[in-house]
């Protein structure tokens, strides 16, 4: 199997990370608020710190780079790239929908990676030209293939006045079955399941999106960002069952 020791070695690594946050948020968050007025907690920054250490043991010559301020540059076309608490919010909160995530990257393309919910004991994980698992059991993307059937999650509303569709944004949503925004990564999994069908996400950073790509890809949906390449540096992201991506990207391209 296609990186099999990095998709065992990451999963030990995720869960260390995830029981590592649940004990913290026992006891104090000693919450921050960063530059982007995006909060931060000493959970972000412990847990960033174990999976930097454990993933270098591991995996000496890759590359690191973190949400939290990690970074290593890479001897071989690697790069692992993390976000150790996806959802701080969610996390502060309490409300379940936080995750970590790890994603390898090899020569600039994602090949690997996990999202992990500790609130939930749930492990999402893909390889390239492997598949997608949900606790080891694989999963797939849905089969509808209309706007009027779809269920769409629709994150980052707060950011949607920066882009030009914004005015047409709520009537262009009420022509889908229903909207839902439930948190970035979990909505992400909600398709890679099966569970919803087209994600549209406002703001993102590529340690957002590495291991939510590879998940969706393997689970059969298509990924662009808001101007249609296929990347995770572009600031915006889009997953969406493969029949509605044209639709979909008709939208989001007009800017």
Not at 12 to 38: T, W
Not at 158 to 173: C, I, N, Q, S, T
Request: proline share 3%; charged share 25%; hydrophobic share 45%.
């Amino acid at each position: 199997m296609a990186y099999e020791r990095e998709l065992t070695i990451g999963a030990e690594i995720a869960r260390k990370a995830g029981d590592l946050a649940l004990k913290i948020r026992e006891g104090g968050l000693g919450i921050e608020i960063k530059s982007d007025e995006s909060p931060v907690t000493v959970a972000d920054k412990a847990c960033e710190k174990l999976i930097v250490e454990e993933l270098t043991a591991a995996f000496p010559g890759d590359g690191l780079l973190g949400e939290e301020g990690a970074m290593q540059e890479s001897t071989n076309g690697r790069r692992w790239i993390i976000d150790p608490i996806d959802g701080t919010r969610d996390f502060i909160r309490g409300t379940g929908a936080w995750s970590v995530l790890i994603g390898l990257e090899a020569d600039g393309e994602v090949v690997a990676g996990h999202a992990y919910y500790p609130a939930h004991g749930n492990m999402y994980s893909a390889a390239k030209g492997e598949g997608a698992f949900r606790d080891g059991v694989r999963i797939h993307c849905s089969d509808v293939s209309k706007k009027s059937d779809a269920l769409i999650c629709c994150n980052g509303l707060g950011f949607m006045h920066r882009y030009k569709f914004a005015p047409e944004l709520v009537d262009w949503l009420a022509g889908f079955w229903t909207v839902r925004s439930m948190g970035g990564c979990l909505d992400a999994m909600l398709l890679a399941r099966g569970s919803a069908d087209v994600w549209v996400e406002a703001q993102a950073k590529p340690w957002d999106l590495a291991p939510l790509k590879i998940i969706a890809q393997e689970a059969g949906l298509v990924t662009f960002d808001f101007t249609g390449v296929d990347t995770i540096y572009g600031g915006n992201y889009v997953i969406t069952v493969p029949a509605l991506a044209d639709e979909i990207m008709a939208f989001t391209r007009k800017g």
